[in-house]
């Protein structure tokens, strides 16, 4: 049986990809690559939806492309390629919208394909994997896994990001010190690809060392997106597991977890007590970084905004069911704290897994669902804490009186760390698995006319911070690079980037050489490409 929250599905909709009595699908079910020959729909300039289909959540960046295609299935997308491939027109693809540079939306793009319509989640029996389609946003596989088969992926917050993305560039969230980042759990993938002559293909690769098209896999796994090809179809499968049955092939979420929130005023903080609690923070991770840490099952948050906001919060979840979980929590908010003056005045509360990922993902409305705002956004893997300048840096700009913005946020992320760090850093594209944390300088706004003023902002807050680098986190003792689905617009340009470190460095440290010889293979007429793509070697 096929259930649907959105519509009755017919069998023969279902059947291509999953047996009958596999699971649960969200809204129609996964097609096979020939199941649907009639070609996507087909928005162009003048219609009524145009508009809405041309610019995804950062409103920075506006397409004018001759069409935006919106495939259902892996047909329709291979049809499309090659039309586009065909008529010399160049392609730009879009899963969920959430990209902070303009990698799908550039004036350049002549035809975008759209894929929030290819939503299907199954268990696949023939690869005892979960298929999953490459629009299917965030919220929904937590939902569908949890409630069909009791298991999940380690992904981010944001219930409206789409997996194409997010599992290409690595894919982190509050369970990734206890499982990875979601690219781990990549098993494989059904791509569309365009060889040297221009023809458009459909291809699988796998994990499996075997497989000819094992390159394609791997560099699929942390790679990014827009680089080689276009995912159609991602089958998840944890390294390691075994067996038929679904609920053994992903991890497991905890039944229930305790949720900590700390307000902390800016009035009552001065340099000493902010200083405090950014040292204390780095140095809990650090210290709790290995993945036999009983602090694996916790992940911590402190977002510190700009003073214009009044305060700001720390939030902090841990798996309910690990012995002394409560005593745990304590201890970790009590180390944070400690020598600060700041108290937590609200005791954790306990609650469903799925209820807390559904209330963390929606508890900061401006930066994470509001599709209206204007954004840039800075990375910095950190494998030890911010050092005492690099501390007064982030108090200076923070506190900065000839400028005022809310939304102006640092936030220091626990997500590194644990089993990430057990991976080695070539097992897949995605490098970083020696950091403790990772830190994410983040401004959003509305108006256009005050783009350089915000993003002037997080440039200095960014650069002061990382002066004694050249104003990037080199891969060295203390920082280890960026991340990519958090990518800064600025990167590639050395009159801000003067590390003297080649953005493709920051991004995938010594896995580049390897990312270009794919690119090479896969995408030997750069057909798949935007501002920060992998080049031709």
């Known amino acids: 049986m096929t259930i649907s929250r959105r519509g009755v599905l017919t069998g023969a909709a279902a059947a291509g990809a999953v047996a009958a009595g596999a699971g649960l699908t969200v809204r129609p079910a996964l097609a096979t690559g020939n199941s649907t020959t ?30 935006v295609c919106l495939p259902t299935s892996t047909q329709q997308v ?5 039309k586009a491939v065909s008529a010399g027109k160049r392609i730009s693809v879009r899963s969920g919208g959430h990209c902070y540079a303009d990698f799908v939306y550039h004036q350049a793009s002549k035809v975008i394909l759209d894929l929030s319509a290819m939503v299907g989640i199954a268990y696949d029996q023939n690869r005892n994997a979960f298929a999953v389609q490459p629009g299917a946003i965030l919220g929904e596989v937590y939902e569908v896994l949890k409630k069909g088969w009791n298991v999940t992926l380690p992904g981010g917050v944001c219930p409206t990001v789409g997996i194409g993305g997010h599992a290409t560039g690595g894919g982190y969230g509050l369970l990734s010190r206890r499982y990875g980042v979601v690219a781990d759990h990549i098993e494989a993938v059904e791509m569309v690809v365009v060889d ?30 827009g680089n080689f090809g ?20 992903l991890p497991q979420p905890p039944g229930e ?3 900590s929130s700390v307000p902390v005023g800016w009035p009552a903080l001065d340099q000493n007590a902010f200083s405090t609690l950014v040292r204390n923070f780095g140095t809990f991770f650090e210290q709790n970084c290995a993945a036999n840490s009983p602090y694996t099952a916790l992940s911590g948050v402190a977002f510190l905004t700009h003073r214009s ?107 590194a760390g644990g089993k990430v760090n057990t991976v080695a850093e070539d097992a897949i594209a995605y490098p970083h698995r020696s950091a403790a944390f990772l830190a994410l300088f983040e401004n959003f706004w509305m108006n256009p006319a005050e783009d350089q003023t915000h993003i002037g902002w997080l440039r200095s807050v960014y650069g002061e911070t990382f002066a004694a680098t050249g104003g990037y986190p080199v891969p060295n003792d203390q920082t280890d690079g960026c991340y990519i689905n958090s990518p800064d617009m600025d990167i590639r340009d050395p009159n801000v980037n003067k590390s003297g470190v080649p953005w493709s460095k920051l991004y995938y440290k010594n ?27």
């Open 309 to 415: 906001a009044g305060g700001f919060g720390l939030v902090t979840q841990i798996d309910a069911g690990v012995p002394d979980a409560a005593r745990l929590l304590d201890d970790y908010v009590a180390a944070v704290l400690r020598g600060t003056g700041i108290v937590a005045p609200f005791p954790p509360r306990r609650l469903r897994w799925l209820a807390a990922t559904r209330l963390i993902g929606t508890s900061n409305p401006a930066t994470m669902l509001d599709p209206t705002m204007r954004s840039t956004v800075k990375s910095a893997y950190m494998r030890r804490g911010f050092n005492e300048t690099q501390i007064a840096a982030l108090w200076r700009n923070l506190t900065r009186t000839d400028y005022a913005n809310p939304n102006a946020t640092v936030q220091l992320t626990g997500v």
């Open 78 to 82: 291979l049809d499309a390629v090659q």
């Open 230 to 249: 276009i995912v159609t179809k991602y089958w998840f499968r944890s390294p390691g597991a075994s067996g038929t049955a679904p609920e053994q092939q």
């Open 257 to 259: 977890v305790l949720v």
């Open 511 to 537: 896995n580049y050489p390897r990312l270009q010889r794919v690119k090479a293979h896969w995408d030997p007429s750069n057909v798949f490409r935007h501002s920060q793509s992998i080049e031709l070697p």
């Open 38 to 67: 009639a070609p996507a729909r087909t928005v162009l300039p003048g219609d009524a939806r145009y508009p809405d289909l041309v610019v995804g959540n950062n409103q920075r960046f506006v397409a004018a492309p001759d069409a």
């Open 196 to 225: 040297k002559p221009g023809t458009a293909r459909v291809v699988v690769a796998s994990r499996n060392a075997s497989d000819p098209n094992n390159d394609l896999w791997w560099a699929t796994a942390g790679g990014g997106g």
